[in-house]
Nanobody, 117 residues
């Protein structure tokens, strides 16, 4: 059974930092497209950042210059480094692993990030 286990969420003050981690049991992790999404109360889930198997990244405009997505293939782990956090970043964050050629897609259970003073 495929598992994505997230960690690193919590309560942080505005201007602070957090690092989210997502460990995967997927054997094809190194060839997967990885992404972080978030969903705030009353809002739709939105794409925050993505990274291709080759390491090309893309960020939503709202987090450019503040968030960094990365991957460690030998550890089957993806990360989201979040700096200069603002209250608008408050949401449940989900990791996503997608292998399009095999039509495989998996989601983490979500981790709460709350930015508040």
């Amino acid at each position: 059974q495929v598992q994505l286990v997230e960690s690193g969420g919590g309560l942080v003050q505005p201007g602070g930092s957090l690092r989210l981690s997502c460990v995967s049991s997927i054997s094809l992790f190194s060839v997967a497209n990885l992404a972080w999404y978030r969903q705030a109360p009353g809002k739709q889930r939105e794409l925050v950042a993505s990274i291709t198997p080759g390491g090309t990244t893309d960020n939503a405009d709202s987090v450019k210059g503040r968030f960094t997505i990365s991957r460690d293939n030998p550890k089957n782990t993806m990360y989201l480094q979040m700096n200069s956090l603002v209250p608008e970043d408050t949401a449940v964050y989900y990791c996503n692993v997608r292998i399009s050629v095999f039509k495989m897609e998996y989601w983490g259970q979500g981790t709460q990030v709350t930015v508040s003073s």
